[in-house]
Each structure stands twice: as structure tokens, then as C-alpha cells.
């Protein structure tokens, strides 16, 4: 270099093939493959790798910046500069690389299902105002090549505030627990625990027997709807305190009525979709616990009648929609249900018995003639036979303690229906 007088490389500016963008369209194989960048990546690691001469641009976004600091320092960019914009590149290249892996490990459908390291990325969104509390600070992050309908990909339509924390987390399990239903659905959720479900034949009807449920822990709420909503539904929305409700699109007249609240944050997923996979990811301190999402759904034709009274008709649709609802209480969870809407809710008690009495004293006396799932066995019969003082005639839980005789002869004693599903559904 120096004996043909070329003077040392000091910038570095490169733009990647657009793979994520090609992806996010559609693209088959062929074509997502010749939009993954080959040199680019080689040319931004070893500019970074070298940043202590080198300074690499990897954004339009840095543009502005980077010229201004040559400008003003005669053509030079300081230490801490090119170390920025170094991080910002190996970030750059770990996340294309994570996005080409999730495309195609997805789209050829190979690969391990939980590989020894688990490469993924997330996208800033925004900062949020705080997080669970507000000492706490927090974002909020998107999966790039998102297509399932959710709360992240939701457009918010209306609100003077952005979404919060704890809005994001009730508005995801408001939608999620509504698309379990192909009727009209309505969801109130408190604490990522539902208030109250209900099905109908219109959204409007369902959202107002969901709330009767119980209307007083509905303030404050979040609601979710699997239905556009209309002017109706919105004005009985707008006539409790909800902080933020979520639908699959609204109405012109239904948003004119929501935004006659201010506060309240309308947000708007799209249309709803069968899409449900992908994983249910936790995070414990210094790690992640990866499985399955939930999405087993109970086959009537599998249920196993396990007293000496078999279910009614009505008792068995009513027994499936509370095993429904009941996937999306906290553990340890009792839903009562009744007519396609549940009448009691009793959750994230440490024991069952004590679930089945909130439940119960929850249905302020709906709970007669109601279907009572359980998250989980019954590991005593004490919890059967409280269900029985709240006149519920039939349950449904998965089986398999060692007392399930006893249980079984709780149900007999109180000529309850109990059926047995062999399937759990805690959620914690």
C-alpha cells in the first residue's frame, strides 16, 4: 500500500442484502437464498474487528451522525465512536444471520426442534414508560418475519397514551384466549387472568355477558375481542373504565365512539388467523425455559366419563368451553362455566380447594348448574365436594391422582358428571 500510495482503509460503509424484507414477502427458498448477503457480513466482521483504525457504518441511521463528528474533528471519528459503531455491527451481523436461521429453519423444516444453541432476535419497538412497576425501566421487542396475528403486530387506532407494560401483557392473553373460539367472543382480562369469558351470537351480546361475570373486577381492564367491533359493542366498552381493548379491525362508528376516551388505547391485530406456533418462552434469571405453546385443544370423542352419571349434551359443550377458558387461567385454576359463558373464576391459588371456593363465592350464585374444569387433578375430594355445595353439576379435570377413586366417589355422592380429559393445562 504504501509503495503504490494507497492510503489506509479508515471507513467502511455496508448495506446487506435486504433478506428480511424479501422474506417477510413471501419469498420461496430460491429467492430468499440469493438475498442472503455473503462478503457484506465478511466486510462489516473484519472493518469491526479492527475498529481501532477502522470505523464501520452498518445503517442509514448513522449517516447524519458519523458525518457531522468528521466534519467537526477534520475528517476523524473518536475511539469511543468507532467502538460503538463496531458493537452495532457485530449486533448487526448476529441478527441477520438469526433471522436467515429462524426463515429457514421454519420454511425447509429442518433442524433440531431445541438445538444446542438458540439463536434469535428481537427489534425494538419503543422504550416503554416504565415496566411492572414504575421504578422499573423497560422496552418492548418485536420477532422479525412475524405473521401470527398478536398483540405486536397490532396497530394501536386510537389513545393518547402509548401501551404499557402490563397493558402488553393483558391485551396478548385477551386475544390469545378469544381465538380459541370460532363463535363471537369476549374476553376481560385483569392481571393476565380472565374476569370473565363468554361466547354469543354477536360480538356485542358476548362482550356484555363476559362482563357480567364480574363486572367489578372487569375495572381497569383489558378486553379482547375475536370480532370487529361495532358502534354497539363499543359504546357498552366505553360505558365501564377498560384501559385497552384489541379486535381483529373496528368499524368507523365504533372508533368515533372509542375515542370519546381518551385514555383508552384501541388497538387493531388484523384479521385472526389459525396461525399458533412457534414457542412459549419464560426467563429465569441468567437463562430461558423453551417448550411448546399450549395449543392441544380436548377432543370430545377422547374424554373419558369417569362417573357412574354421564354428561348431558349441554353439560359436555359447557364442560369444553370451560377447559377452554380455563388454559388461560393461572395456575392453580377452576373455571366455572354455564351457556357458553363462564360464571366464576377462581385463580392462582396454592391450593385447589381454595380455587374451587373462590370460583364459587365469584359467581355470586350463577354457579348452580354450572361445569367446573380444573387446570389439573384433584388431589383431594375436598375440592369436589365444595363444587357440589356451589351447585355444579358436572367437571372436567385431567386425572390421574392417586385418590382419583375417592374423587370419583365424591362426584357419584353428589350425582356429578365428571369426565377425565388426560391432558393438563397448568399456566404459571
Known amino acids: ?22 422474506a417477510s414477502k413471501g419469498a420461496g427458498v430460491e429467492e430468499a437464498i440469493e438475498n442472503i448477503d455473503i462478503g457484506g457480513p ?38 469511543k465512536t468507532r467502538a460503538n459503531l463496531a458493537i452495532s455491527a457485530f449486533q448487526y451481523t448476529s441478527s441477520y444471520d438469526a433471522i436467515i436461521y429462524d426463515y429457514l429453519s421454519r420454511l425447509l423444516g429442518a433442524g433440531e426442534k431445541f438445538p444446542a444453541v438458540l439463536p434469535f432476535t428481537y427489534r425494538k419497538v419503543r422504550d416503554l414508560r416504565y415496566g411492572e412497576n414504575p421504578h422499573q425501566q423497560a ?32 391485551l396478548n392473553d385477551a386475544l390469545e384466549l378469544v381465538r380459541e373460539f370460532s363463535q363471537p367472543a369476549a374476553a376481560v382480562i385483569k392481571h393476565t387472568n380472565p374476569c370473565g369469558v363468554a361466547i354469543a351470537d354477536s360480538i356485542n351480546n358476548a362482550y356484555k355477558r363476559a362482563l357480567g361475570t364480574d363486572p367489578t373486577s372487569a375495572y381497569g381492564g383489558v378486553v379482547g375481542l375475536n370480532r370487529v367491533c ?25 372508533i368515533e365512539v372509542l375515542k370519546k376516551k381518551p385514555n383508552l388505547r384501541v388497538m387493531d391485530s388484523g384479521p385472526l388467523s389459525e396461525v399458533r406456533g412457534g414457542f412459549d418462552i419464560k426467563k429465569v434469571v441468567g437463562g430461558l425455559l423453551v417448550q411448546d405453546r399450549d395449543v392441544k385443544q380436548v377432543e370430545e370423542d377422547k374424554l373419558v366419563v369417569k362417573s357412574k352419571r354421564a354428561p348431558t349434551k349441554q353439560e359436555l359443550v359447557d364442560m369444553i368451553f370451560a377447559w377452554k377458558v380455563n388454559r388461560h387461567v393461572k395456575s392453580n385454576a377452576i373455571v366455572l362455566a354455564k351457556d357458553g359463558r363462564t360464571t366464576g373464576i377462581g385463580a392462582g391459588q396454592m391450593s385447589r380447594v381454595d380455587a374451587v371456593k373462590i370460583a ?21 375430594r375436598d375440592g369436589v365436594d365444595e363444587a357440589a355445595k356451589g351447585g355444579v353439576t358436572a367437571v372436567i379435570h385431567p386425572g390421574g391422582s392417586i385418590r382419583d377413586g375417592e374423587v370419583i366417589a365424591s362426584a357419584d355422592e353428589h350425582n ?13
Open 42 to 79: 465478511s466486510l462489516i466482521r473484519a472493518a469491526a474487528k479492527n475498529h481501532e483504525s477502522v470505523a464501520v457504518v452498518t445503517s442509514p441511521a448513522q449517516y447524519d451522525a458519523v458525518i457531522t463528528e468528521l466534519e467537526e474533528n477534520k475528517g476523524e471519528l473518536s475511539v
Open 360 to 380: 364459587v363465592e365469584k359467581s355470586h350464585g350463577e354457579s348452580k348448574g354450572s361445569a367446573l374444569a380444573s387446570d389439573a387433578f384433584f388431589p383431594f
Open 230 to 254: 361495532d358502534a354497539f359493542t363499543a359504546e357498552q366498552i366505553t360505558a365501564t373504565f377498560i384501559e385497552a381493548v384489541i379486535a381483529p379491525g373496528y368499524t368507523d362508528d365504533a
Open 139 to 170: 422496552a418492548f421487542y418485536r420477532k422479525p418475519l412475524l405473521t401470527e396475528p398478536s398483540v405486536t403486530s397490532a396497530v394501536q387506532r386510537h389513545g393518547v397514551k402509548q401501551l404499557s407494560f402490563n397493558n402488553i401483557l393483558d
Open 416 to 428: 356429578i358428571a365428571m369426565v377425565f380429559t388426560g391432558i393438563r393445562c397448568f399456566k404459571h
Open 1 to 22: 500500500m504504501t509503495e503504490a500510495g494507497i492510503s489506509p482503509i479508515v471507513l467502511v460503509v455496508v448495506n446487506l442484502y435486504p433478506f428480511e424484507e424479501v
